[in-house]
């Protein structure tokens, strides 16, 4: 099973850019869909950018235009870069592993604080 370490939040003004990391041991990491989840105060988690292990990427409409999910399977680690954050970005984010065989595996979540 896949092990996921995420990296990279912090606090950045409006307008400012960040760029997440999460680092996955353990497994095959070129088989996973991964993705990256974000949970808000008082809100549902909810899906931010998703890539598959082809390469095909969606993205929530709130961050299209915005944020760009990659992956590197030599490093195995995906991306986030964040660009033109909102305070709305504000939030928890979560690295999500899916597996072929259906298993989901989170990581322990980084926090990304958009504030003047």
């Known amino acids: 099973q896949v092990q996921l370490v995420e990296s990279g939040g912090g606090l950045v003004q409006p307008g400012g850019s960040l760029r997440l990391s999460c680092a996955a041991s353990?497994?095959?990491?070129?088989?996973?869909?991964m993705g990256w989840y974000r949970q808000a105060p008082g809100k549902q988690r909810e899906l931010v950018a998703r890539?598959?292990?082809?390469?095909?990427?969606n993205y929530a409409d709130s961050v299209k235009g915005r944020f760009t999910i990659s992956r590197d399977n030599a490093k195995n680690t995906v991306y986030l870069q964040m660009n033109s954050l909102k305070p709305e970005d504000t939030a928890v984010y979560y690295c999500?592993?899916?597996?072929?065989?259906?298993?989901?595996?989170w990581g322990q979540g980084t926090q990304v604080t958009v504030s003047s």
């Open positions: 353990g497994s095959i990491f070129r088989i996973y869909a």
């Open positions: 890539i598959t292990n082809g390469g095909h990427t």
């Open positions: 999500n592993a899916y597996s072929p065989m259906g298993r989901e595996t």
